[in-house]
């Protein structure tokens, strides 16, 4: 059952799901594509969640009732064809399996470190969400056999490009940030770059495999 | 081109504008001034449209040179504003001349001021704005989230204005009261007892507090379970496991976990920006369409 609900006075909340299941985030983009190309006019930012969209709009050009009713005709047909014409993207992003927790992973799941990579690189992941900082994409599902809790101290400064594992998620940090997940690797890649369009490869829904590569190999990604 | 020299950057000096919206979907904080009202107002002052860039002074400390005959405006925290030696009244436009040095002392009440320029400062956009997010790198005159420092040179036009002008009395704000904030409740939040707790109880700011989040200091509220991440808005009442709220302001994040008791109505966010920390705080609750008409109200006047 959709739900709507207001978020302070300038917002407004599509629930579309209880829970998050595996094509969920790419049905939120189709109906955040739909969304976009039908009011864009009177939205300020449009903010895909794992469950939800949040719609920021513009207070002089409409209001939560309108908007409502609106949206009505596009939540009745979804998700239907638009989820099904958008066929997401897949990434295959090179690691450099080398990051400062790995054996602490390895002895903590019972594996041994080219198990951990092995089983990391064996799941296709889905793209579930981007939030915390600029182009920071939620990926799941983790192999149950690498969840942990997230680090009792986050680090205050954790790499750009750090591959990182917490839970049953894992993620890049596109840029040096403090993080409490645990660093498998880096990504030789920007993942993030405000100069560029657009800014970040990444999309909700999009699907990403982790291949891994040498120390040369990664220094010659990042230089070129 | 020509401007202004910056001399002292004092504590934390930021470029700003209305904010870097539509990138929230990519992570991208949307920043902009912690007083929407006095930086509204010093912009209005200079006939500027709305959210042209201006400077957002923290604590004061502030000084620069005019390397061109300008008008400028100084809105917010109450600051000593010396042009060379002679005093010029908050809340006010006043003209700079080529040589002239501008001097902000230490606030004696409120937090930050607002410092605009005739036509805006000229500075390129990084994602469609120059609002400084210092955490993410983005905007400022460089464009990599920089806060000002002595050296740097505030690109502007050449300006001249009629005369002085001031804002009228009854909008200007005094920082020493203790203020009352207005808040939605969420339905769909904490539950209802909380709520009334979170109503009753005294707070007051945590010095931990800084752009990207006010926090509140009390007795703890017990907080629900954790939910899945999902955009969040400035004002957000966040409430973590520790039960101690947290309020989301400009340099927030564009989404969270955390159960919410409201939102905090988006002009007292702009008060509660003026606050040192360790002030007493009380809240009050508001319904959402009187938000809504004072919000368009205020929109109106300062958009257009």
Request: glycine share 10%.
């Amino acid at each position: 059952m959709i739900r709507l609900q207001p978020i302070g006075a300038q917002a407004l909340l599509v629930v579309l799901a209880e829970q998050p299941y595996p094509d969920l985030p790419s049905h939120i983009a189709a109906l955040a594509a739909a969304v976009r190309r039908e009011l864009g006019p009177w939205l300020v930012d449009l903010v895909p969640g794992w469950t939800t969209l949040l719609l920021h709009y513009d207070l002089l050009l409409t209001d939560h009732a309108q908007l409502a009713e609106r949206l009505a005709p596009l939540l009745a047909r979804w998700p239907g064809e638009a989820a099904r014409e958008r066929s997401p993207r897949r990434h295959e992003i090179p690691i450099w399996y080398a990051g400062k927790d790995l054996a602490e992973v390895a002895r903590a799941c019972g594996l041994s470190q080219q198990e951990v990579i092995a089983v990391h690189c064996a799941t296709e992941y889905r793209v579930g969400a981007i939030g915390f900082a600029p182009g920071f994409a939620y990926l799941g599902e983790l192999d149950s056999r690498l969840v942990l809790p997230r680090r009792a101290t986050p680090r205050t400064r954790v790499p750009a490009g750090s591959l990182a594992i917490a839970e049953r998620q894992t993620a890049i940090y596109p840029q040096a940030s403090p993080g409490g997940w645990h660093l498998l690797g880096r990504c030789p890649w920007r993942l993030f770059d405000a100069e560029r369009e657009p800014p970040c490869p990444l999309q909700p829904g999009d699907r990403v495999v982790f291949h891994p590569i040498d120390a040369a190999q990664f220094r010659a990604e990042a230089a070129g | 081109m020509s401007g202004l020299r910056v001399l002292r950057g004092g504590p934390l000096s930021l470029l700003q504008d209305a904010g870097r919206f539509g990138w929230q979907h990519l992570g991208v904080s949307p920043s902009g001034p912690l007083d929407v009202q006095a930086a509204a107002w010093a912009n209005r002052l200079l006939g500027n449209r709305w959210g042209a860039p201006l400077l957002e002074i923290a604590l004061g400390d502030f000084e620069l040179e005019a390397l061109v005959d300008t008008w400028l405006a100084v809105c917010g925290a109450d600051m000593p504003i010396k042009v060379d030696d002679e005093l010029r009244p908050n809340w006010s436009r006043f003209a700079l001349r080529v040589g002239e040095r501008l001097r902000l002392g230490f606030a004696r009440s409120g937090q930050r001021t607002y410092l605009a320029v005739a036509g805006g400062f000229r500075v390129a956009t990084t994602l469609g704005s120059v609002a400084t997010q210092m955490r993410e790198g983005l905007g400022g005159l460089a464009g990599r989230g920089g806060a000002l420092r002595a050296g740097d040179l505030l690109p502007c036009l050449p300006a001249r204005l009629p005369g002085a002008a001031s804002v009228p009395g009854a909008f200007v704000v005094d920082y020493r009261a203790e203020p009352c904030l207005r808040v939605m409740a969420d339905p769909n939040g904490l539950a209802a007892g909380e709520r009334q707790r979170f109503f009753e109880r005294r707070w007051t700011l945590s010095p931990q507090s800084d752009r990207m989040g006010a926090r509140l200091l009390g007795e703890p509220l017990s907080p629900t379970p954790q939910q899945w991440s999902q955009g969040v808005v400035g004002g957000s009442i966040q409430v973590p496991p520790d039960g101690q709220p947290i309020v989301l302001m400009a340099d927030r994040q564009t989404m969270g976990g955390y159960p919410l008791l409201g939102w905090l109505h988006p002009l007292d966010m702009a008060r509660l920006a003026q606050c040192p920390a360790h002030s007493p705080l009380r809240f009050r609750p508001v319904e959402l369409l009187q938000v809504q008409d004072e919000l368009r109200q205020f929109y109106r006047f300062f958009r257009g």
